[in-house]
């Protein structure tokens, strides 16, 4: 017996071993990001097998598949990275929420070590973190220096969280009707903004931003429902642009972190 009895699995991967899916259900499509590899493949079928362009990490793939399937999306789908174990759950996790039919942010608590202020645990299922962009250091970004940018750029008077609520990896599970909140060209949009590179910016404030985006009740903003080619020419940056305020912020964040002495050792020799 399959153990996900009607979800819709969708894997974005980069030459992972997906031979497990076979084992797992019969309904599901790959977005395969790296060069198909069929030993890595064992009795997965070629016809869900789709080859896709290797940028915007998983979300890229995510917001592919929403785009195409659109009208005729499945009553639930999973979406996972193809490196789902051991990376972020245990296959045992797995079978037990498998068949959820309710938006779940798929977390494993102990495949994680939380270091209160900056990050923590609500519940089995709702992870945070300090929300100060911190990701943004070593990543280029082309459209947004912050999710606060990235938030007030989507909708019309969002909530600007001190702290933020995701699913590390952005693995869900995701009903249609949460999906439908908006229109297709929100998804198109959203793609857009993490397709200039394989590793953008932007997309760790999408995976950080996904859960609100599928959970909020917020209206889309006319920009986001309109079309970005605009955009386009706006400069390719190495990594997030600081100021005093980001810094001072990123300090002040540090300097209440447990194991003081030790991080202040490492944060100077950074410097030397």
Wanted: hydrophobic share 40%; glycine share 4%.
């Amino acid at each position: 017996m399959k153990k996900i009895a009607s979800n819709f699995l969708v894997v974005s991967s980069y030459a992972n071993d997906l031979s497990w899916i076979e084992g797992k259900t019969s309904n599901y499509l790959i977005y395969e990001r790296g060069e198909v590899n069929y030993a890595l493949l064992s009795g997965v079928h070629q016809e869900k097998i789709v080859s896709s362009p290797n940028l915007g990490y998983n979300l890229y793939d995510y917001f592919t598949f929403i785009v195409d399937h659109y009208d005729c999306l499945p009553d639930c789908t999973f979406f996972l990275k193809g490196n789902i174990f051991p990376r972020h759950i245990s296959e045992e996790y797995f079978d037990r929420i498998a068949n959820n039919k309710f938006f779940t942010p798929i977390i494993e608590t102990t495949r994680h070590n939380p270091v209160w202020p900056v990050s923590g645990f609500l519940s089995d299922t709702s992870y945070v973190e300090i929300n100060n962009s911190w990701y943004l250091g070593s990543h280029p970004v082309k459209f947004f220096h912050s999710l606060d940018d990235f938030l007030n750029f989507c909708f019309v008077s969002p909530v600007i969280p001190r702290y933020v609520e995701f699913a590390p990896g952005a693995n869900y599970i995701v009903p249609r009707e949460n999906i439908l909140k908006f229109p297709k060209q929100f998804y198109k949009n959203l793609r857009y903004l993490i397709s200039y590179t394989a590793l953008p910016g932007e997309a760790h404030i999408l995976e950080r931003a996904l859960q609100t985006i599928w959970t909020c009740n917020y209206q889309a903003s006319d920009r986001m429902l309109g079309n970005l080619d605009d955009l386009a020419s706006l400069p390719v940056l190495p990594c997030r642009p600081h100021n005093w305020k980001t810094r001072l912020s990123s300090w002040g964040l540090f300097l209440k972190m447990p194991n003081l002495m030790t991080r202040l050792v490492q944060k100077l020799r950074a410097f030397i």
